[in-house]
């Protein structure tokens, strides 16, 4: 005779315990969509976050380094949505006149550099050992010798030979270009472009703002309305300086606000409120 037992055995789920194990796995798959989803919205909130910091950051970074480098004599304008400065494409220092309108000048310092105002092209020089500058902003002088020969006036005059020929130039055409004439020893020497920063809207990011040098787009995004203002030698701070006033200003700030490059859901946003001295 069959045993009852394993007959009742055999009988497999009721439907009340299939409803119940249906009812227990409904709750577990939401429980884990939940929490894929609330790790979704964490890690991209987390981005947005990273991304306005980043973007907060790189802006310091990429304007300070700048701006810190140039006076308040290379601030050619300053508006409310762009700043344009001279920037400096080599540095060098005049060994000895070697005529009249000639002078052999050792180069010490040269920066490539994009996002420049093409065709612009000027020249600055000091009195001897002095940091003062005359400027010439539509001189792009072309040298009349290079290497041994100009490397050898400096050595002659005292000036350190210990670089390439390619360092070694004569320069003419001073006379009619600055009052003081051909510079004499010692005399800095500037050959510059200029640079101008922007605040514009953003070709990547969709109705949102970036910075820009020259053509060249350089981070973002930020909300529309970001804007450049001045710190004049009285405290004062003025959102555009007339050309007469220039030489007043003492600071570039620059007041933003950084937003996430993605879909930016949550409205993350990091406000950006720094000066940026010119050098003394």
Not at 54 to 72: K, Y
Not at 92 to 116: I, Q, S, W
Not at 119 to 148: I, L, M
Request: net charge negative; with cysteine; hydrophobic share 40%.
């Amino acid at each position: 005779m069959r045993d009852r037992r394993s007959t009742l055995d055999e009988r497999g789920f009721t439907l009340v315990e299939a409803l119940i194990a249906l009812t227990i796995s409904g709750v577990v798959a939401t429980a884990l969509v939940s929490l894929l989803l609330a790790q979704s919205r964490f890690y991209q909130r987390t981005d947005d976050q990273m991304s306005a910091e980043q973007a907060a950051q790189a802006t310091f970074d990429l304007v300070s380094s700048e701006i810190r480098m140039a006076s308040a004599d290379d601030l050619m304008e300053a508006e409310a949505d762009s700043v344009t400065f001279r920037f400096d494409l080599l540095q060098g220092v005049a060994c000895e006149p070697t005529g009249a309108d000639e002078v052999a000048m050792h180069v010490f310092e040269r920066t490539g550099n994009a996002g420049l105002t093409s065709s612009f092209v000027g020249v600055a020089v000091s009195d001897p050992f002095e940091t003062t500058f005359e400027y010439e902003d539509s001189w792009n002088p072309t040298p009349s010798a290079t290497g041994s020969g100009p490397r050898a006036d400096c050595v002659a005059a005292g000036g350190d030979g210990g670089g390439p020929d390619g360092d070694y130039v004569r320069i003419s055409g001073w006379t009619s270009r600055f009052a003081a004439g051909v510079p004499q020893r010692g005399a800095l020497v500037r050959v510059y472009g200029k640079v101008t920063y922007k605040l514009a809207t953003s070709g990547f990011f969709d109705g949102q703002w970036a910075l820009w040098r020259g053509t060249q787009e350089l981070v973002g995004p930020f909300e529309a309305g970001a804007t450049f203002s001045y710190v004049m030698s009285d405290a004062s701070v003025q959102s555009s300086v007339a050309s007469a006033d220039l030489d007043e200003v003492v600071a570039v700030r620059l007041t933003a606000i950084a937003v996430g490059a993605g879909t930016n859901r949550y409205d993350v946003e990091r406000p950006i409120v720094f000066d940026v001295p010119f050098r003394n």
